[in-house]
């Protein structure tokens, strides 16, 4: 199935916003990549999902994060990547989750709230 991706997320801004995080964490500072993670989360509602904390996800959405801005430079593919963590993360009330590509509109909202470029709202 082919997720379908609802915006555009600036390589950019999240490469200049990971990399800032990175070295005010070089400088004493630990964990403001996820903090600012947790924040993205929790802005789009997550701690209502009843799920893994938003602290917990951040953890893990960093190194999607790292791998994009490190490594192949494609925020959609990282935007494929969060929405396979937040489904995971996902609690299953019934048994059973949506598709990722349910998902996706909130992982890209996630990475342009990190990024600083806003909300698709």
């Given at each position: 199935m082919e997720i379908?991706?609802?915006g555009v997320i600036?390589?950019?801004?999240?490469?200049?916003?990971?990399?800032a995080d990175c070295e005010?964490?070089?400088q004493g500072k630990p964990g403001v990549v996820e903090s600012r993670l947790?924040?993205?989360?929790?802005?789009?509602?997550?701690?209502s999902a009843g799920g893994e904390s938003s602290g917990q996800v951040a953890i893990l959405a960093r190194h999607?994060?790292?791998?994009?801005?490190?490594?192949?430079?494609?925020?959609?593919r990282a935007a494929r990547e969060l929405a396979g963590l937040?489904?995971?993360?996902?609690?299953?009330l019934d048994g059973g989750l949506p598709a990722p590509s349910a998902f996706v509109p909130a992982?890209?909202?996630v990475l342009r709230r990190y990024a600083g470029t806003g909300s698709a709202t």
């Open positions: 379908v991706l609802t600036d390589f950019s801004a999240l490469r200049e916003r990971f990399a005010v964490e070089r947790a924040r993205a989360l929790d802005a789009i509602g997550w701690r999607i994060v790292a791998s994009c801005v490190a490594g192949h430079h494609d925020p959609r937040l489904r995971s993360a996902s609690a299953g992982a890209e909202d």
